[in-house]
T-cell receptor
Framework: DTGVSQNPRHKITKRGQNVTFRCDPI?????LYWYRQTLGQGPEFLTY????????KSRLLSDRFSAERPKGSFSTLEIQRTEQGDSAMYLC??????????FGPGTRLTVT | GQSLEQPSEVTAVEGAIVQINCTYQ??????LSWYQQHDGGAPTFLSY????GLEETGRFSSFLSRSDSYGYLLLQELQMKDSASYFC?????????FGTGTRLTVIP
């Protein structure tokens, strides 16, 4: 257990529905990252927050994806109008002042 | 753009030493990280090289040559529990760019 928690751990949804995932980072970490990982691939960077400011977004993050970190603590990732191609593991990571990122257990999304 | 290359699979015997290589092409290079991921688990940090040379952490060591855009992870005294996927990742100013990973299988 790294101290980063994610909820839910699994989500099955029908195509076209909206889903929201939550990440609670290590409390003293001001940097928070979202990644997506599909089978046999490495994590792909989606977006990055420093405190409550979203400082970087990948081109992978289409308009259907939005992320927030309203008080600089927990973060949410919402996917609107889900598509089957959105099926993946969504990973959250947090970082303090050192280089190491601590990953949460992930939310596995299945779009049927 | 960014790209990393690492072998897709490696098999080694328990107690042996294995080296996983990583070559990269990127702009804005800050350093090379290594992560381990067991099936169904989250990536966990193993090592980081910001400067050329060798970093040692217990049974694991990592090496970086910035001039060659090359690094490797060395695992010594392999144990069955080391069977996992290993990812090299290039550190940019605000993110990590991961390779596709090397699946290590340790056999008795």
């Amino acid at each position: 257990d790294t101290g980063v928690s994610q909820n839910p751990r699994h989500k099955i949804t029908k195509r076209g529905q909206n889903v929201t995932f939550r990440c609670d980072p290590i409390s003293e970490h001001n940097r928070l990252y979202w990644y997506r990982q599909t089978l046999g691939q490495g994590p792909e960077f989606l977006t990055y927050f420093q405190n409550e400011a979203q400082l970087e977004k990948s081109r992978l993050l289409s308009d259907r994806f939005s992320a927030e970190r309203p008080k600089g603590s927990f973060s949410t990732l919402e996917i609107q109008r889900t598509e089957q191609g959105d099926s993946a593991m969504y990973l959250c990571a947090s970082r303090g002042d050192l280089y190491e990122q601590y990953f949460g257990p992930g939310t596995r999304l299945t779009v049927t | 753009g960014q790209s990393l290359e690492q072998p897709s699979e490696v098999t080694a015997v328990e107690g042996a030493i294995v080296q996983i290589n990583c070559t990269y092409q990127t702009s804005g290079f800050y350093g090379l990280s290594w992560y381990q991921q067991h099936d169904g688990g989250a990536p966990t940090f193993l090592s980081y090289n910001g400067l050329d040379g060798l970093e040692e952490t217990g049974r694991f060591s990592s090496f970086l040559s910035r001039s060659d855009s090359y690094g490797y992870l060395l695992l010594q005294e392999l144990q069955m529990k080391d069977s996992a996927s290993y990812f090299c990742a290039v550190r940019g100013p605000d993110n990590l760019f991961f390779g596709t990973g090397t699946r290590l299988t340790v056999i008795p």
